[in-house]
């Protein structure tokens, strides 16, 4: 925006009733908790209102939905796909803790979804013009996917203003990261407490209580739950 460019946002929502945004921008919620059908036909049809008005489109998630607009619409502006990992992976984890005794998972059914879901995540990706991903890893990984995929390594960062101004640690040891299984930070944990450091976890996510209840023989790690960029 401050280059003179109008932005707008089309995300879900956890909340049903939301307060009234204060950003220069536009936000278009569409809650998250709507049927899943329901909420996909809505989404392509707001993203699809939407291409009629401008000239790029920046997608971190809604893939799906974003290239089923793409290809209705024969958008010809820039599309940019920012991939940060297998979402298809990280389904297949969460099914696997949720329903490791389910029928379909002893039939071997999810195998099939889940080469359903990569076939269709995959041609979703192929409908923009560029891809960026946060690190070489990642970026090696996407590629893989289609030998056609432009891909390009953008990493993330936060500008911090005042980093100059701080002195003291107030922690041995920081990580930051969405608490799932798959980041591992109950191995972090394992490792402040076999070296006795002082440890601060920045983010949320579902095994919180697990990890809380894992930390609570130490008196030196730290839940801090999400943090925006200016804490």
Known sequence: MKRGHKVSVITLSDAPILKEDNYEYPILRIFRGTNRIF??????RQIMLKLKEVDSLFCNGLFIESAVALKLTGFEGKSIAKVVGDPVWERKRNRA????????????LHRLLETAEKRLFVWSIRQFSEVTCPGREVATTVAGWDSKFRVA???NGVSIHNYSQRVGKRFDLI???RL?????????IDLALQLNCSLAVV???PIMGELVSQASVSENIFFLGNQSSTN
């Not at 803790?97 to 071997?108: E, P, T, V």
């Open 203 to 205: 983010g949320d996510g």
């Open 39 to 44: 909420r996909m036909v809505k989404t392509i």
């Open 180 to 188: 799932v299984p798959w980041k591992n930070v109950d191995t972090v």
């Open 153 to 155: 390594v953008i990493e």
């Open 175 to 177: 990580t930051v990261s």
């Open 97 to 108: 803790a949720r329903n490791s005794d389910s029928l379909a998972s002893k039939l071997g």
